[in-house]
């Protein structure tokens, strides 16, 4: 029996809501093996961050080619990379083992509000990282700063999802649980047009970790074979009910439960 596996290039989050360990446990939940290269170990829980250490770039390289050199790899995401020098060494990889499809999860700012992106990285990243990303997965404040666009109206997220395919990607779904609105509506925008998925907004302070697990819900969906809406609707099901059954842990932003006992039925049109 093949598994398919799917690598994470990220970082480490000591309260494991997030991150690499998020990943992880969504790679295990939808069937896929993860392998992984830890870009950065952080100190944070649900309240915040305390302290972060980069990994040096050849320690990353090292990671990335014993997994590349080792594993067929079906598919792949990145969360933090925290620094240009940690972008520019991810996507030399990428380039030498000819890595895809990769889900690009912009990581810059934590649930916490704590910065994880350097200012002088955002450039790299957007000149480096998007144009080999099959889809990008910001959410509003993060497709303000790539872009440098106010969004407030559903034309405003739109325009920033083309843009961001300006740069590059192939996709972009730009995700709406930072907005007020219920239900919450994600939009996959890409060569074909834009696609709504809809969810109902789950009232709970646990959402630590959300986009970390979105995004690898996609890049797994992406690994067992299925086409990019497909994935968006599936990971986006997986994270309602991941929502819908937190566990309510920790004193902070609480990390949701990435073994749901049931799968939502997901809403596309």
Same mark, same amino acid.
């Given at each position: 029996?093949?598994?398919?596996?799917?690598?994470?290039?990220?970082?480490?989050?000591?309260?494991?809501?997030?991150?690499?360990?998020?990943?992880?446990?969504?790679?295990?939940?939808?069937?896929?093996?993860?392998?992984?290269?830890?870009?950065?170990?952080?100190?944070? *829980?649900?309240?915040?961050?305390?302290?972060?250490?980069?990994? /040096?770039?050849?320690?990353?390289?090292?990671?990335?080619?014993?997994?590349?050199?080792?594993?067929?790899?079906?598919?792949?995401?990145?969360?933090?990379?925290?620094?240009?020098?940690?972008?520019?060494?991810?996507? #030399?990889?990428?380039?030498?083992?000819?890595?895809?499809?990769?889900?690009?999860?912009?990581?810059?700012?934590?649930?916490?509000?704590?910065?994880?992106?350097?200012?002088? #990285?955002?450039?790299?990243?957007?000149?480096?990282?998007?144009?080999?990303?099959?889809?990008?997965?910001?959410?509003?404040?993060?497709?303000?700063?790539?872009?440098?666009?106010?969004?407030?109206?559903? #034309?405003?997220? /739109?325009?920033?999802?083309?843009?961001?395919?300006?740069?590059? #990607?192939?996709?972009?779904?730009?995700?709406?649980?930072?907005?007020?609105?219920?239900?919450?509506?994600?939009?996959?925008?890409?060569?074909?047009? /834009?696609?709504?998925? $809809?969810?109902?907004?789950?009232?709970?302070?646990?959402?630590?970790?959300?986009? $970390?697990?979105?995004?690898?819900?996609?890049?797994?969906?992406?690994?067992?074979?299925?086409?990019?809406?497909?994935?968006?609707?599936?990971?986006?099901?997986?994270?309602?009910?991941?929502?819908?059954?937190?566990?309510?842990?920790?004193?902070?932003?609480?990390?949701? *439960?990435?073994?749901?006992?049931?799968?939502?039925?997901?809403?596309?049109?």
């Amino acid at each position: 029996m093949t598994v398919p596996v799917v690598l994470t290039i990220a970082g480490s989050d000591s309260g494991a809501g997030a991150g690499i360990q998020a990943d992880l446990k969504t790679f295990a939940a939808l069937g896929v093996y993860g392998v992984t290269v830890i870009t950065a170990i952080t100190a944070q *829980n649900t309240v915040g961050v305390r302290a972060v250490q980069e990994m /040096v770039p050849d320690v990353i390289t090292a990671q990335l080619d014993a997994v590349a050199e080792d594993f067929s790899i079906a598919a792949l995401k990145t969360g933090m990379l925290s620094s240009a020098a940690i972008i520019e060494t991810v996507v #030399a990889g990428l380039r030498r083992h000819a890595l895809s499809p990769l889900v690009v999860d912009p990581v810059m700012i934590a649930k916490s509000g704590d910065r994880l992106l350097r200012e002088d #990285a955002v450039d790299t990243l957007r000149r480096s990282l998007l144009p080999l990303a099959h889809v990008v997965t910001p959410n509003i404040p993060e497709a303000e700063l790539l872009t440098g666009f106010t969004i407030r109206t559903h #034309a405003d997220r /739109v325009a920033a999802g083309r843009a961001i395919m300006e740069l590059g #990607a192939h996709a972009v779904v730009i995700k709406g649980g930072h907005s007020d609105e219920d239900p919450i509506v994600d939009l996959l925008v890409d060569s074909e047009g /834009v696609h709504e998925f $809809c969810a109902a907004r789950v009232a709970t302070g646990s959402t630590h970790g959300t986009g $970390c697990t979105f995004s690898a819900a996609i890049a797994a969906a992406l690994g067992r074979g299925q086409g990019l809406a497909t994935a968006v609707g599936e990971a986006r099901a997986y994270l309602s009910s991941a929502l819908a059954e937190a566990p309510g842990l920790g004193h902070g932003h609480g990390p949701v *439960n990435h073994f749901p006992s049931r799968q939502v039925a997901h809403a596309h049109h």
